[in-house]
């Protein structure tokens, strides 16, 4: 419906503005042909001027045939019959001398007249006006066209640089009703093309639309089948995007049954391993009473092994949840500082136990963002103890709020040995460690983690340039504040 009324404002506008500006252009090129009539009979005129007095006896005569004479032309669908053109005239003193049509208002003939077109042209300009006659019709305007009488001027010398002066006007006119109907004709044709193209166009659009939309609907069914797991085929369509859309679709899917596969497969193997591991561990802890002291280390190393594997299949199927994830299931408002005093409280024992200064600052008094309230825990949760695994005892950790423009940054940096520029490109892959000082190992998924959880909140991780105090790891967290 919005689309028939857009397009009839439209072209009833157009239209519109078409009918106007023809009767527009009508008018100009009837005036044009009034003023080349107007300067042929001022030309007449002047030829029988004597003493500034004008010989009107011939044009008179002329006209009064004119009005006289019957004739039959067929200008297109229209038959004419009778002229319809008129003049008058006045001397240099505006008194009219004579009028082919008496009923009209100029005036009675010896009387002074005072019309615009005669004032102009008696001061040598171009004098033209449209008077309405009958003020109860708007279209009962004429078109008058003046045109000046000259004689030339015996008195002036040298004799061949004679003068004209002006001594008279002759003004030629034409009711807009004679010239109206060929332009309502006109309208009238225009009007029913405008209906006849409104039709057509709206009636290609309509198949047009059903055309285009007809793939997309077998997509949007497509797609709806793929949510609810179906395996379906994309449609066919005629068109060779859509087709790449549904084959777009086709791979999506594909690649999201490939990543439920994988989630479910790292469900499988995380339950499957843990009772071993926890079956290990406890036959370590066993074990460890019965045996020597100098064996007890062997258990000590099964034990942590055992705690490790168990921390990297918990990793594991935390990433493998994170990347299978269209979007987020509930949002929050969180403040970036309370969040990161409340990760920095869980691991207070380990800062303490390795003696480290943890200074914090904030620029902004209280950065938000808007998210998952448990995984930008777990982002800085895990930045603040890879930064406590790298600072050497009694070390410095400074982590930094800065707002600039429209993105809210925090930095955590770090004393500690910093990252190779071999390792640079790779510390956001999983599995890549780098060696700890204390020689403690990693599972290689915490920094992928956070790359991965960011996606979902606007933001992203980089590796900045070490400062001069701060020697180590320089990692800067942006927000949009959008």
Excluded: C
Aim: hydrophobic share 40%; charged share 25%.
């Amino acid at each position: 419906m919005s689309i028939i009324i857009t397009a009839g404002l439209g072209f009833g506008g157009y239209a519109y503005w078409l009918m106007d500006e023809i009767k527009h252009q009508h008018n100009i090129s009837t005036e044009n042909v009034l003023f080349d009539t107007a300067n042929i009979l001022a030309a007449q005129l002047s030829e029988k001027v004597k003493n500034s007095e004008i010989d009107i006896s011939g044009f008179e005569e002329a006209f009064r045939n004119l009005k006289k004479h019957q004739f039959e032309a067929s200008i297109y669908e229209h038959v004419i019959k009778t002229s319809e053109i008129n003049a008058y005239i006045t001397d240099a003193n505006k008194i009219l001398l004579y009028n082919s049509n008496p009923d009209d208002n100029v005036g009675r003939v010896g009387q002074p007249v005072d019309w615009r077109d005669v004032t102009l042209t008696l001061k040598g300009k171009y004098g033209a006006r449209s008077t309405q006659i009958d003020k109860g019709n708007e279209f009962s305007h004429v078109m008058y066209v003046s045109s000046a009488i000259r004689e030339k001027d015996n008195t002036s010398f040298p004799a061949n640089s004679l003068k004209e002066k002006i001594v008279g006007v002759v003004s030629v006119s034409k009711s807009a009703e004679s010239f109206n109907k060929f332009v309502f004709g006109g309208q009238e044709r225009i009007i029913w093309m405008v209906v006849i193209v409104f039709i057509a166009s709206l009636v290609l659009a309509i198949i047009f639309s059903f055309w285009l939309t007809r793939p997309i609907v077998g997509l949007i069914s497509y797609a709806q089948s793929v949510a609810r797991g179906e395996n379906s085929k994309p449609p066919k369509t005629s068109l060779i995007d859509f087709q790449k859309l549904g084959s777009a679709f086709e791979e999506m899917r594909i690649a999201i049954e490939k990543k439920e596969a994988v989630k479910n497969y790292v469900n499988d193997v995380t339950h499957a391993l843990k009772s071993p591991l926890t079956a290990i561990k406890a036959t370590a802890e066993l074990l460890e009473h019965e045996v020597s002291k100098d064996k007890m280390s062997l258990f000590s190393n099964i034990e942590a092994e055992a705690d490790r594997a168990n921390k990297l299949l918990n990793d594991l199927l935390r990433i493998a949840q994170l990347e299978t994830r269209i979007g987020l299931e509930k949002k929050e408002k969180i403040s970036t500082k309370e969040l990161m005093e409340e990760a920095l409280q869980s691991l207070k024992p380990l800062v303490k136990n390795k003696e480290i200064n943890l200074i914090t600052k904030w620029e902004n008094n209280n950065p938000t963002i808007t998210g998952d309230r448990f995984l930008v825990f777990q982002i800085f949760e895990n930045l603040i103890l890879n930064a406590i695994d790298f600072s050497p005892n009694k070390g410095k950790i400074l982590i930094e709020s800065i707002s600039e423009n429209d993105f809210d940054y925090i930095y955590v940096r770090d004393q500690g040995p910093g990252i190779p520029d071999y390792a640079k490109s790779r510390i956001f892959e999983k599995f890549y460690s780098l060696e700890r000082p204390s020689g403690k190992k990693s599972t290689g998924l915490g920094l992928s983690f956070v790359k991965e959880a960011l996606l979902f909140h606007n933001g992203i991780i980089e590796l900045g340039l070490p400062t001069k105090e701060m020697t180590g790891a320089n990692f800067k967290l942006s927000f949009s504040k959008s």
